[in-house]
């Protein structure tokens, strides 16, 4: 009899793999497009990943319809709450790839508390924060990331709230890979994805995307090409931070206190620029680095803040749970539902 061979060579992914048969329904120029996109491209080489394995956690706004457009599982969850509930699904299926996408005031409002317990647990989560500044899915009220003085339906004269700052909140609760980029930079954008998915541990990205209807306009200089190469600082592990259009300009720092130095002047070179590092065990670069985007008078940094690795969340509940059954056993739910222990309410 001859023998049957059996073809075990896997079926090479595309980006169209990874689009489901829904109607993609944001409004048109809204940077929501562009972040599926590149999540789309990216995803087939994402090695040791089946699609099988992914599955996609949102809440509630425009950001959160992400998990319908994605050819993969996926779970729209409720306001706020979807790092807990990726959470849950992450610590009793350990093996899955489990990605969270949400939007500003979805995760850093209501979602606030989940959100920063998740980075100082570091669960084993990419989460990817739509940030456009504004609550589109509601009609354009001002969300925890408005500049102050914002003018919305809910701010006629203007917010009087001080803005979150999201890569500083994640670095303050201990992420170990936070990382920020641009809608508008499908490259670089990219590039992020590939970080987070290979990183073990909380992996937070924040990527500033325009609301045409409610916000737009509101990165225009980080996006115009006659602006961008200003007001964007490209961070790259031990180098330089350079910018500008001519990259003559850098950043040192005087003490503590970043300084913008031009590099043509004669009085600083490239040797006295500040050089990242995001793999430092202290988050006081990173933090200072972060705050840069407060500020017009500086750039705003994109790329890896910080990356560090340790234990995560759901490794440690895992060996926990490995632990306890060698030393006492698999659990009896019939013994725990039957045992004859009652109580009485008077």
Known sequence: MSEVKVKTDKIKLTAKDFASDQ??????????????????????????????????????????RFPYYMG???????????????????????????????GDGDLLSIGGNHFIHTCRKNVDLKIILFNNKIYGLTKG?????????????????????????????????????????????????QQMIRRAADHKGTAFIEVLQNC???????FERLTDKATRDDNVLYMEHEKPLIFGKEKNKGIKLDGAKPVV????????????????????????????????????????????FRQIFKPTYDEGVEIQIGNVTDLKGKGDIEKVLFNGNTWEVN
């Open 72 to 102: 993969t599982y996926g779970f729209h969850t409720i306001h706020g709450r979807a790092p807990a509930i990726a959470t849950g699904v992450k610590v009793s299926r350990p093996d899955l790839s489990v990605w969270v996408a949400t």
């Open 23 to 64: 109607d993609v329904r944001w409004c048109p120029g809204c940077g929501d497009y562009s972040i599926l996109a590149q999540v789309q491209r990216t995803f087939p080489d994402i090695i040791g990943v089946e699609k099988e394995k992914i599955v996609w956690i949102s809440g509630i706004g425009c950001s959160s």
């Open 261 to 304: 130095v031009d590099l043509t002047d004669g009085k600083n070179s490239v040797n006295d620029l500040l050089v990242h590092n995001e793999s430092d065990n202290s988050p006081v670069h990173a933090t200072i680095l972060a705050h840069l985007a407060d500020d017009p008078a500086y750039p705003t940094p994109v790329g890896v």
């Open 212 to 218: 045409s209807i409610f916000n737009d306009g509101a």
């Open 141 to 189: 009220q001002y969300s925890p990331t408005s500049e102050q003085g914002k003018k919305t339906k809910t701010t006629p004269y203007g917010s009087v709230d001080y803005p979150f700052n999201p890569v500083s909140l994640a670095l303050g609760s201990e992420a170990t890979f936070v990382a920020k980029a641009l809608d508008r930079d499908p490259k670089h954008l």
